[in-house]
């Protein structure tokens, strides 16, 4: 069966460093998501990885292991707005997209 | 400002009544769908639909119905058939293939069946 993995939830500090991974297994791989939602809204996207690697974009850095299976969100200089949902959708051979249950990531001050 | 919306933010219906949730976008996307977000799940695919006239069952359709009559609204029914309705569903849309295109989303419907 096709499985995304995610922490169900985490806890960091504000102005810290926080990585939330996600694994996967799925028939193929053609594309990894993250998206962030924050309680009761929409998700909003924050990236798109296909090739292994670290992706910078401010703040938001993802990274992608094709043959590991595996990727990680690296959050930084950590804000209470920070506080959402982080989800990891993966597309498969057949171009659907899996996705997982998602991170709750609490910041304390 | 373009976006998706939908109506209402908060939905209540007896028990065996058909809903209908609406959705709209006016970012002239060609590709439209319907997600169930239930707590410590994934979303899970209702419809989509990827041009107008024409729609494909995604994983859960059972009990759910759509349209797309128009570009720019794709509405969700949930039937008296669909046996746990009570879930927060989320609109969105894509430029192209979902695959590898971003997904824009509406604020969702929190529906309540009682």
């Known amino acids: 069966g096709q499985n995304i993995d995610q922490p169900t939830e985490m806890t960091a500090t504000e102005g810290a460093i926080v990585q939330i991974n996600c694994t996967y297994q799925t028939s193929g791989f053609n594309g990894l998501f993250w998206y962030q939602q924050h309680a009761g809204e929409a998700p909003t996207f924050l990236s798109y990885n296909v090739l292994d690697g670290l992706e910078e974009k401010g703040r938001f850095s993802s990274f992608l292991s094709r043959s590991k299976g595996y990727s990680y969100l690296l959050l930084k200089e950590l804000q209470m707005k920070d506080s959402a949902s982080y989800l990891c959708a993966v597309t498969d051979s057949n171009y659907q997209l899996i996705w997982g249950a998602g991170t709750k990531l609490i910041i304390k001050p | 400002d373009g976006g998706i919306t939908q109506s209402p933010k908060y939905l209540f219906r007896k028990e065996g009544q058909n809903v209908t949730l609406s959705c709209e976008q006016n970012l002239n996307h060609d590709a439209m769908y319907w997600y169930r977000q239930d707590p410590g799940q994934g979303l899970r695919l209702i419809y989509y639909?990827?041009?107008?006239?024409?729609?494909q069952k995604g994983d859960i359709a059972e009990g759910y119905s759509v349209s797309r009559e128009k570009k720019e609204s794709f509405p969700l029914t949930v039937t008296s058939a669909q046996k746990n309705p009570t879930a927060f569903y989320l609109c969105?849309?894509?430029?192209?293939?979902?695959?590898?295109?971003?997904?824009?989303f509406g604020p969702g419907t929190r529906l309540t069946v009682l």
């Open positions: 969105a849309s894509s430029k192209g293939d979902p695959a590898y295109n971003e997904q824009f």
């Open positions: 639909s990827q041009i107008v006239n024409d729609f």
